[in-house]
């Protein structure tokens, strides 16, 4: 349940970023999308722990896989700011 509010959260984010992308005049949007999409991250990620106990011996390598993954998924804001600017 608590992941799918985050889910829930970070739809809602991506949607305030997409409307300032698409009427571009004003920057709140933009920083309410910034915050929901900061704030329902560690809840989606949280739901993502929970396959290390899948394979017990590898718990501690799945877990830190899965904080890298979600850590190196904010490449593409920096991308995309590089592509734009």
Known sequence: ACCVL???VQLT???AMYAHAAAGESLV???IGFFLLGFGGPGVQ???FHMAHLFPSASGSLIAASTALFDGGSVI???FY???D
Do not use: I, V
């Open 46 to 48: 949280k739901a993502t």
């Open 82 to 84: 590089s592509l734009t």
């Open 77 to 79: 804001f920096a991308l």
């Open 6 to 8: 985050a889910a829930l």
């Open 13 to 15: 984010g991506a949607l």
């Open 29 to 31: 949007p933009a920083y």
